[in-house]
């Protein structure tokens, strides 16, 4: 499975959660923005930018957030985002923010 064969919501979850995790410690790095332009290429880059604005509108902060990403059921798809997300994260060392929201994720969503 690859990121372009995500279902609309699936994306949307994605985008959400890079937008989360490069805000997770108050500063996007180059390495992050290099990262999220792999990501935004892979899915399209205006499809990106749609689901960026749609993330900025429906989660308003990260309670929002969490309460959407519960209603992502396919585990292939939970797996592969989740991945995605711990990639980025990782590409500049993972702050003490972006390892709790990633702690929350992989037990809400039982990523082994």
Known sequence: MHLNDLLPEESLALVALSRAVVRADGAVTELEGEAIAVMAAEIGEATYRRLFVKAVEAFPDEGALKTFLVSIER????ALVYESILTLAGVDSISVEEESLM???QETWEIE
């Open 103 to 105: 702690g929350w994720l």
């Open 75 to 78: 585990a292939e798809a939970r």
